[in-house]
């Protein structure tokens, strides 16, 4: 550093709409991170940039100085090849389950960073947790090794990447400015860089179910980030992919487990099973061991993809075998007349899975291994008065007459056969078009 800044000519000059020059933002994080800018500072720099933005240039650097604050991992000591995905959060988004155990089919090897749960969405930590015996702590040696004998690893992330973001993060969380594109891609990118993949696909999801709520913030976010990737050598794409309607037929935690093992047994919905195959040819084309679709659907079909589930679960203390948790209380749900479902609200799902205790409302909640909500029906699929249209499972019955509520006009009943037929990828974005 050539000169010290102070935080306040900082935040008038974003106030401004000025562009931040390298060294205040390699400062502002920097001395954020050691307590020397306070939250209030950092709080009107957030709200400037979310009002204001960031060109590309500086989200990089912003992205470049969180890494910065922490460690990076290395994984150049394993023989294979790294391929990784980050979702940016959906209801029922239980791909990564069956996606890491295919990947590592192929002989490329698979670092799954992951969190928990916070608000509707869930967590993939959590609905691991729903295994008896799983542990989601690995030291980085621990990592490493199974890596290298798995080939896929599931896990939590340390303390040690980003601490600027977790920090920045929490702040955003209680200052509104949680839905600024280069606050999210910075945020987002800096962990998966750091964590030290060397392809990575992005799974943004669009719809009522997940953050972007539009296709155009939905692709700026992918663009953003894919720059960010490319830029900092790691071979990055994005699938756009829709979120207005929940992934397969369960959200909740064991629910989602149990759904997962069905696609990695060769069954399940078949738009858990596409896109997890459409994440898969993308990893496996970025890591350099490209295949095609059809070779990576035979591999859930004939239980490759299975026994890497059974090893990576078993290394980290979980039973493969063990049967899962069920809930103690379930209630039904009926359609209350003829016809075809239309829509079925991803957000309204999802809502009424956290309120059943699938998810949680602080971070340091826990949660039901067995709550959520199981469908039996999706959208395009013709229904009759008094048919069950999903159960409710929780352990604290008191707790359906709310997830009730958050259903209430959470799925249209029609005529109309128009519902069904969307595709669950939208949209695929490259470095090129990022570029543009
Ligand atoms: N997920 C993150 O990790 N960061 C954000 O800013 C938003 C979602």
Known sequence: MSEQHDAVDIIRAKRDRQTLTDEQIDWVIDAYTRGAVADEQMSALAMAILLNGMDRAEISRWTAAMIASGERMDFCSLSRPTADKHSTGGVGDKITLPLAPLVAVFDVAV?????????????????????????????????????????????????????????????????????????????????????????????????????MKTEADARELAETMVAL?????????????????????????????????EVLAGGGPQDVVDLTVALAVEMLAGAGRAQDEGEVRAALVDGRAMDVWRRMIAAQGGDPDAPLPTARETETVLADTDGVLTALDAYAVGVAAWRLGAGRARKEDPVQAAAGVELHAKPGDRVSAGQPLMTLHTDTPERFARAREALAGGWQIGEAEQAGSRSVVLDRITAEEADR
């Open 111 to 211: 670092p799954q960073l992951s969190g928990r749960g916070l608000g509707h969405t869930g967590g993939t930590l959590d609905k691991l947790e729903a295994i008896p015996g799983w542990r989601a702590d690995l030291t980085s040696e621990a990592m490493l090794r199974q890596l290298d004998e798995v080939g896929a690893v599931i896990c939590a992330a340390g303390s040690g990447l980003a601490p600027a973001d977790k920090k920045l993060y929490a702040l955003r969380d209680v200052t509104g400015t949680v839905e600024a594109i280069p606050l999210i891609a910075s945020s987002i990118m800096s962990k998966k860089i750091a964590e030290g993949t060397g392809a990575l696909v992005l799974d943004v999801k669009v719809g009522s179910g997940a953050f």
């Open 229 to 261: 990737g490319t830029d900092a050598g790691v071979r990055t794409v994005a699938l756009l992919t829709d979120m207005a309607t929940p992934l397969g037929l369960t959200a909740g935690n064991g629910l989602e487990v149990r759904e997962s093992v």
